[in-house]
């Protein structure tokens, strides 16, 4: 299995756990079906960096990450803004759920880069 398809399961694996526990948090519906929507986003942001990351290389390792950062930050900002507008998606519930998506993701990522 490939460096990407193992830091994408790793992803979904990651996601899942932390959904789990931001259920315990969010008890209204609609909370809950902000994160999955958090979730969904937060895996093609993860796609979209890793194949930036990988593109651009080992020499180029610190303006990648970066590059990913940058990335991250505009889609939770987006998602934010847009998500609540036209989702009618909780704002809170949202924003932090990807927030946390995203971080959890981030931590895992350089192991699978060094793999």
Known sequence: MSRGAR??????????????????????????????????VALVVQGITWGIIRRMGPAQVMAAWGAGALVRAVALVAFAVLGPRVGGLPLEPAAVSLAVFLFVTTLVEPLFLKS
Request: proline share 0%; glycine share 0%.
């Open 7 to 40: 830091f994408a399961v790793a992803s979904v694996v990651l996601i899942a756990l932390t959904n789990a526990v931001l259920r315990l948090a969010y008890t209204s519906e609609a909370a809950r079906q902000a994160a999955l929507v958090a979730a969904a």
